[in-house]
């Protein structure tokens, strides 16, 4: 994709290959679940590359698997949902299902004010605006039923990190996968030798816990938050079920309907959908400029799933936290 922005520079050479990057950690969203995908946004559709003037209240993006409305003032996210359009690769049952309230980054007085820059391209759509202080935003969404399929990227000239806030839609939740935990520590891919030992790798990944996003009516649902260069900031007031007790950073005060992450100038904040999100894959590197596409695994790493319906004793809580919302700036590269 191409923008034109001078101002941008920095953001798009970091972000060139950004859908590559969110969905490299599995294949299982292939284009099987993309077929007829295609965004309308900004009386736009089909193709076009170029800028839209931005309108003063939220506009729609809205595909055939997903859609999801925009705040032009600071790019937020609003009623992110799939529409439940019948694909090989639907994890929604057929259903509309709500996934995210809101998705809002806090610019700290940085206002973006230029017009969008637009690109939609088969089930692909980018949007780009500049403001203030060299603050850049970025969002870029696939029009799939499952897969790397959506991530906000802010840069600021003051190279600060800039903190986002997910709300989650009424009827999801975050959960501490059971799957996952019962292989604590355990290595597996195709190049392990051991599970015991590994010996870790690109195709041989430790078994960490996994928080996922689930719901109580589609038995294939699943979600996963997927952060580049940014880290997730604590809720001590949601720690007291099991998981967060277990010390371990991944669940440790972790609210059940929302997570607040600081992310970094030139960082990612996306989310997986699908097999993608309950795969053994590492994490990706930090980087925030010239990154290039990483972990093409091509189904060589494990895909353990998760228990349907997810037990009570899993499920993060509270929901709601104000905790974490004014701590102190994570320091990021």
Known sequence: MKFRSAAAAAALAASAV????????AQAASSKGCVGGGFQ????AGEFDGTV???GSRFLVQGKYVGFEVDPANFAIHNYAFTGAANELDITGGRATPVFAS????HRGLVLNSAITLEVKDEEVALLRNGT????????AKDCAQGGIFQMEPERGDAAATRIVHRLAAGAFYFDNADFRARLGQFLGSACTSVETGPPSQFCVQVRPRVNIGNNVSAEFVVRDSAQVAERVPQPACGPDFSNNLGLPETRDHCGGMSVWDVASGGRMGF????????VANPPTDCVQDCQAENQVRGRLAVLGFPFPVPDGSRLAPRTST??????????P
């Open 41 to 44: 946004v900004l009386g736009q």
């Open 133 to 140: 202080g060299g603050l850049t935003m970025k969002i870029q």
């Open 272 to 279: 997986v959908t699908g097999e993608d999100s309950v795969e």
């Open 53 to 55: 003037a931005a309108p």
């Open 18 to 25: 950004g859908f590559v990057a969110v969905s490299a950690p």
């Open 323 to 332: 905790d974490g919302l004014d701590a102190p700036l994570t320091p990021l």
């Open 103 to 106: 998705k809002i980054p806090d």
